[in-house]
């Protein structure tokens, strides 16, 4: 019984200072109007140069991608632990991914480098995304010209790796 009635009285000595602490702190900002209006500026301020800067850090460490629905879309990549290097995947690997029941839809991409020649001008290395057909299905983009590219049904004519 002593130790409930000494935690009540810890309990109402502490609310007594907190309501003393309050009553201090309104005599103070009425007292000193200025001081009072350039903290609360200055609190403002740091507060808004904090979340700006958390703005602009989650930004660029959770990207979005441009797309409709882009945060939906995820990225698989497979890396070889030893060298940290991306391992090319094959299409078995993207036909087991395909079967998991939590996967909507999956497409494989790679960037490349390829060299384009037009007449008269000088050849010129730029890089291009490499798609498999499902690719605009799970970007929900409709092509500018044409239609979807369809999955081939010849194993043979499939490329080995992406």
């Known amino acids: 019984m002593g130790f409930v009635g000494t935690a009540r ?3 109402a ?3 007594d200072l907190a309501w003393t602490d309050l009553r201090l702190a309104w005599r103070m900002l009425v007292r000193y109007p200025g001081l009072s209006i350039v903290c609360v500026f200055g609190m ?19 990207p979005v991608v441009p797309l409709a629905e882009g945060d939906r879309v995820v990225s698989i990549a497979t890396l070889d632990v030893a060298t940290t290097n991306s391992e090319p995947r094959v299409m078995h690997d993207l ?3 395909r079967s998991l029941s939590s996967i909507e839809d999956l497409s494989a991409s790679v960037t490349v480098d390829r060299t384009l020649v037009a007449d008269g001008r000088q050849p010129e290395t730029v890089a291009v ?23 081939r049904t010849s194993a043979r004519t499939r490329p080995a790796s992406w």
């Open 44 to 62: 403002a301020i740091g507060i808004a140069i904090a979340t700006g800067a958390f703005t602009i850090i989650y930004g660029l460490l959770n």
């Open 13 to 15: 000595s502490a609310t």
């Open 9 to 11: 009285g810890l309990i």
């Open 129 to 151: 995304a490499e798609i498999s057909s499902s690719g605009f299905r799970v970007a929900r983009v409709t092509p500018l010209l044409g239609r979807y590219l369809l999955p």
């Open 95 to 97: 036909a087991a991914w």
